[in-house]
């Protein structure tokens, strides 16, 4: 059985700190990539940040560069998520989703709904207070 758990959300004041982790299960970790995709209230999903872990090339929404950092440790099939200076508007549900290896993990995150993202996690949820 394929599972994604997601967990280190919560309750952060802004400019504060959050490290999410995403432990998978049920398939081959190296032949996938991992996005985290976050929905804020009563807006789309977008994709946050993407690493394919099979060579830790990463990619990163404009306006969390330099903030967030995405990791793996494929010994442990898990992905992190670091957040640093935090601010309200990251206040989302974050996702860690799955997908086989793709050839350009830049154009995966941008364009991760055409993409198609096969294993989902049922979300942690940050809430960053101002």
């Known amino acids: 059985e394929v599972q994604l758990v997601e967990s280190g959300g919560g309750l952060v004041q802004a400019g504060g700190s959050l490290r999410l982790s995403c432990a998978a299960s049920?398939?081959?970790?190296?032949?996938?990539?991992i996005a985290w995709i976050r929905q804020a209230p009563g807006k789309e999903r977008e994709g946050v940040s993407c690493?394919?872990?099979?060579?830790?090339?990463?990619a990163y929404l404009e306006s969390v560069e330099g903030r967030f950092t995405i990791s793996s440790d494929n010994a442990k099939d898990t992905v992190y998520l670091q957040m640093n200076s935090l601010k309200p508007e990251d206040t989302a549900v974050y996702y860690c989703?799955?997908?086989?290896?793709?050839?350009?993990?830049?154009?995966?995150?941008?364009?991760?709904?055409?993409?198609?993202?096969?294993?989902w996690g049922k979300g942690t949820l940050v809430t960053v207070s101002s």
């Open positions: 690493i394919k872990t099979s060579d830790s090339s990463t």
């Open positions: 989703t799955a997908a086989p290896r793709p050839r350009s993990i830049a154009t995966m995150c941008r364009l991760w709904h055409d993409y198609g993202m096969e294993y």
């Open positions: 049920g398939f081959t970790f190296d032949d996938y990539a």
